[in-house]
């Protein structure tokens, strides 16, 4: 809670406004950011200056993790999170390679799970880091890539946390998360989340330990209309102690998380907040 506070203040204190010209908005903006997630300790990294919906966030990660390129069926597991890019983004409304309503393109999870190869087929980076990972291998390209240049134009949204690079000493697992641009107020919390929840979960499904999840924000922002409610609400309330994430012990193989899975097998205890506050999101 402390470092995401400490970021938050930075931004503040010595960002600098940038213009960005795919919402029109400003935003206040510093330039390298890192957060470290202590997921062997089990201290679960929910905000608790206001209310966190942390299972909206491990929803969308489990939807990464089964390949969905549909905004219906992220909805259908709890995560509501690509209406407004599926929908509401003009370009991608415009775009030829939309297939429909609720289509979000060759985004995120198709990419880890269907990279496609220029002679065709296709090649799945999750299953490939999991069976390694199982047999303690770690040949220092366990990494699960969304950031696919090639098509980024068969998609609405060009991805944010693009890269996970997982590590294995002895029979702990660590992990790297790579995020090229960050929303503070609204999806940080949100990375966060799926930053140490991902950790866990590959770590139950490969029969390691988790260790440390090091998150890497590059852009770190905050949007000119959330800047108010941040600096005068939420950053004059006092922090709570850490959260703790319980996972279905159940869960044993990436099938397992393709097929039966869903948010009833993801629980908190211990986790206190302040009140929400709806922070001004930008399409």
């Not at 988790?210 to 590059?218: D, L, S, T």
């Amino acid at each position: 809670m402390k470092q995401y506070l400490d970021l938050c203040n930075r931004i503040i204190d010595k960002g600098t406004w940038v213009e960005n010209e795919r919402t029109g908005k400003r935003c206040l903006t510093v330039i390298n950011a890192d957060l470290v997630y202590n997921v062997a300790g089990n201290e679960f990294p929910l905000i608790t200056t206001r209310k966190s919906f942390w299972k909206s966030a491990i929803a969308e990660m489990l939807g990464y993790i089964r390949g969905y390129d549909n905004a219906a069926d992220f909805r259908k597991i709890g995560a509501k999170t690509w209406d407004a890019n599926a929908n509401d983004n003009q370009a991608w409304l415009n775009n030829s390679h939309r297939k429909g309503e609720d289509d979000m393109g060759r985004v995120y999870g198709v990419q880890g799970r269907a990279w496609s190869k220029p002679d065709g087929g296709s090649i799945d980076q999750l299953r490939k880091i999991v069976d390694d990972l199982k047999n303690g291998i770690d040949d220092r390209g366990e990494i699960l890539s969304f950031y696919n240049p090639g098509e980024f134009h068969m998609g609405c949204l060009r991805p944010c946390m693009h890269t996970h690079n997982f590590s294995l000493l002895g029979d702990t697992l660590y992990l790297n998360s790579f995020q090229r641009s960050c929303d503070v107020p609204l999806g940080l919390n949100f990375n966060q989340v799926q930053v140490f929840a991902l950790l866990a979960i590959v770590a139950q499904i490969t029969g390691k330990k988790p260790g440390m999840a090091y998150h890497k924000i590059v852009n770190a922002h905050i949007y000119e209309d959330q800047l108010e409610l941040m600096r005068d609400v939420q950053l004059k309330r006092e922090p709570f102690d850490s959260a703790a994430l319980s996972i279905n012990p159940d869960i044993k193989s990436l099938e397992d998380l393709e097929t039966w899975v869903t948010m009833d097998d993801f629980e908190v205890s211990g986790y206190q907040h302040h009140e929400a506050i709806k922070y001004p999101f930008s399409v």
